[in-house]
Nanobody
Framework: VQVVESGGGLVQPGGSLRLSCAAS????????MSWYRQAPGKERELVAG????????NYADSVKGRFTISRDNAKNTVYLQMNSLKPEDTAVYYC??????????????WGQGTQVTVSS
């Protein structure tokens, strides 16, 4: 199993980045996918999530209207488009995959993270 994030980097405030998370080794189309982030000295927090069909998404209040999560089940990839970035978006961003059966979590994978730094 592999969950590999990419697309992080250094960007100026107001700029944009697109993160990608490529998955392999499991049936991607059956897994709900999420992006989390963790800033130095803070707990990991949910940024955005998308159901396995892509039919529903949810966002942290702090990123609503600026970030968009999407997925391509044919490419086993989930994306996070981040616009109007702010210094407080600086964090390591992690990709998470979860499989539920009858509302019970039965499987979960994490990526290694990608650093996003928003600074002038």
């Amino acid at each position: 199993v592999q969950v590999v994030e990419s697309g992080g980097g250094l960007v100026q405030p107001g700029g944009s980045l697109r993160l990608s998370c490529a998955a392999s080794g499991f049936t991607f189309s059956r897994y709900d996918m999420s992006w989390y982030r963790q800033a130095p000295g803070k707990e990991r927090e949910l940024v955005a999530g998308i159901t396995y069909t892509g039919g529903r998404t949810n966002y942290a209040d702090s990123v609503k209207g600026r970030f968009t999560i999407s997925r391509d089940n044919a490419k086993n990839t989930v994306y996070l488009q981040m616009n109007s970035l702010k210094p407080e978006d600086t964090a390591v961003y992690y990709c998470n995959a979860r499989y539920f059966e009858f509302l019970r979590l039965v499987d979960e994978y994490w990526g290694q993270g990608t650093q996003v730094t928003v600074s002038s």
